[in-house]
């Protein structure tokens, strides 16, 4: 029997069979996080949870999976509905394999959407939500390859893809990896941050499926 047809996904979709909002945390912890930026991503991600389970509807639609990326790209959490999700404890180190991280992210999509559909589960577009203080430290033809999937499957409107720089983050290099322009974070607001990420998939939760609503992008920043 198939994996996407396992008992427990029999079960979990059985026991909630709402339409699934999926969100992958791509999130750097290579050595510069380290400090100040991982302690504030910490306490980000408490509040992302927190404020997300005041939505009853949202914490049974809104699915989270977390991955990182150093020196190779992490999965730490596959994905769970809010009520489920237990924000996770990082240690920085490494180098920055963003483009690996984005590819391993695209295919971890790819595949929960595959169980939706062979459980009968219907889904909004699924996005990835990438937070980094650098940029790419990886052969330029795996940065095109990810580059090139990325504008492939938004132009598709399988994904939407968004990024945001902290502190020396390159925003120009970014913006090559991405379609939506970067956003910069001003200072180490992740809680802010995390809350506008909340209240934006709450909206996307409640709404109807054939909208599918994308992200939306702050006029400038985040709001402090």
């Not at 489920?84 to 959407?113: N, Q, W, Y």
């Amino acid at each position: 029997m198939s994996d996407d047809f396992s008992l427990e996904f029999a079960v979990e979709f059985a026991e909630n069979p709402e339409p699934r909002c999926p969100c992958v945390l791509l999130l750097d912890t290579s050595g510069s996080m380290d400090g100040a930026p991982l302690d504030a991503l910490h306490e980000g991600l408490r509040a992302f949870k927190t404020d997300l389970l005041r939505d009853s509807l949202a914490s049974r639609r809104v699915e989270v999976a977390v991955m990182t990326f150093d020196d190779s790209a992490n999965l730490v959490q596959n994905f769970v509905t809010v009520d489920r999700f237990e924000p996770p404890v990082f240690t920085a180190s490494g180098h920055t394999c963003m483009a690996t991280a984005i590819l391993d992210a695209l295919d971890l999509v790819k595949r929960r959407k595959e169980i939706y559909r062979n459980n009968g589960i219907t889904y909004y577009r699924p996005w990835i939500f990438l937070i980094t203080d650098g940029e790419p430290d990886e052969d330029e033809t795996m940065i095109q390859l990810a580059a090139d999937r990325v504008r492939q499957e938004e132009q598709a409107a399988k994904i939407i893809v968004f990024a945001v720089g902290v502190g020396n983050a390159n925003l120009q290099r970014l913006s090559q990896l991405v379609v939506r322009p970067p956003v910069r974070l001003d200072g180490l607001n992740f809680v802010d941050l995390f809350m506008w990420l909340s209240r934006s998939m709450e909206n996307a939760a409640q709404a109807k499926l054939d909208e599918q609503l994308a992200l939306p992008v702050p006029r400038s920043g985040f709001p402090r």
